[in-house]
């Protein structure tokens, strides 16, 4: 078990342009979370999934964001029209039910917007 | 909803000095409470859960945490810091579905 796998680690792009994080959990857990961090901040809750379906998503996900796990196992998180405040850290956890066990992290994507 | 305040944003101490960091969570209702550590440009990793009985919570390098469910607070504490515990720390409750987080206290050991 290599534990939470998050690609690209760092990712640059322009203002407007889209672009699409990969997070691949550990196989055992049935549930993925994605959380954005921006500098100086705790890690914000962004949504949740249990398998393939998406159970929770917080207001902080606008309508630019989008993210699915199609087949219950990687999940993918885009955002489209990019904008200077959507710089920060992506980050991906899974866990096996609601997370009694612990959470699990992995490395996070760093998105900077020029 | 849940919410997490760590009380200190920076605490700095010396090495072999001992060190709290503060946590304070706002239910009253069972919850699990968590300590992640977090290194420049890394993931979050686990320090340590409370999840139900004992209210001393042992986790890795030398960490502990007590779970005072009538001053609903989460404190962490190490008697001996070192260099390398330099970091990001933060302070989680589950709600129950996810994680909520503190805004992080940044701990650094000076020589």
């Known amino acids: 078990d290599t534990g939470v796998s998050q690609n690209p680690r760092h990712k640059i792009t322009k203002r407007g342009q889209n672009v699409t994080f990969r997070c691949d959990p550990i196989?055992?857990?049935?549930?993925l979370y994605w959380y954005r961090q921006t500098l100086g901040q705790g890690p914000e809750f962004l949504t949740y999934f249990q398998n393939e379906a998406q159970l929770e998503k917080s207001r902080l996900l606008s309508d630019r964001f989008s993210a699915e796990r199609p087949k219950g196992s990687f999940s993918t998180l885009e955002i489209q029209r990019t904008e200077q405040g959507d710089s920060a850290m992506y980050l991906c956890?899974?866990?096996f039910g609601q997370g009694a066990y612990g959470y699990t992290f992995g490395s996070g994507t760093r998105l900077t917007v020029v | 909803a849940q919410s997490v305040t760590q009380l200190d944003s920076q605490v700095p101490v010396f090495e072999e000095a001992p060190v709290e960091l503060r946590c304070n969570y706002s239910s009253s209702v069972s919850v699990y409470l968590f300590w992640y550590v977090q290194y420049p440009n890394q993931g979050l990793q686990l320090l340590l859960k409370y999840l139900s009985g004992s209210t001393l919570v042992k986790g890795i390098n030398g960490f502990e945490a007590e779970f005072n469910k009538s001053q609903t607070s989460f404190h962490l504490r190490k008697p001996s810091v070192h260099i390398s515990d330099t970091a990001e720390y933060f302070c989680?409750?589950?709600?129950?579905?996810?994680?909520?987080f503190g805004t992080g206290t940044r701990l650094q050991v000076f020589p």
């Open positions: 956890a899974s866990s």
């Open positions: 989680a409750v589950s709600d129950p579905d996810k994680l909520i």
């Open positions: 196989s055992e857990h049935n549930r």
